[in-house]
């Protein structure tokens, strides 16, 4: 089945950067639609959109990083990217990735369709 897997979190000091890295995998993925960033704080029920890009290469992103964060995306190596400069220890969370949308083609199964579909997440951690 198709995979989500995020990497590239860790402990910084403030000031610091971090690259966070997103790889889709499973099958033939024919085209993965928009994906965003998005991270959840610790004790909290949801998880704020923190970045995010179309699949035509559009960004957007929250104004707490606005200016700092840059998102991107490698439809050849199937990645998203999310480099964070100048971190603050607000942005101490889990981050994940998602993609609404993604089309797989698979020998035995033939096409298949992912909606909504997250990664397991990667702690980042900026201390002061």
């Known amino acids: 089945q198709v995979q989500l897997v995020e990497s590239g979190g860790g402990l910084v000091q403030a000031g610091g950067s971090l690259r966070l890295s997103c790889a889709a995998s499973?099958?033939?993925?024919?085209?993965?639609?928009?994906v965003g960033w998005y991270r959840e704080e610790l004790g909290k029920r949801t998880r704020e959109l923190v970045a995010g890009i179309t699949s035509g290469g559009r960004a957007n992103y929250a104004d707490s990083v606005k200016g700092r964060f840059t998102i991107s995306r490698d439809d050849v190596k199937k990645m998203v990217y999310l480099q964070m400069n100048n971190l603050k220890p607000e942005d101490t969370a889990v981050y994940y990735c998602?993609?609404?949308?993604?089309?797989?083609?698979?020998?035995?199964?033939?096409?298949?369709?992912?909606?909504?579909?997250w990664g397991q997440g990667t702690q980042v951690t900026v201390s002061s």
């Open positions: 499973g099958g033939s993925i024919l085209s993965i639609n928009n």
């Open positions: 998602n993609a609404d949308r993604i089309l797989t083609s698979d020998q035995l199964m033939g096409t298949k369709e992912y909606y909504d579909y």
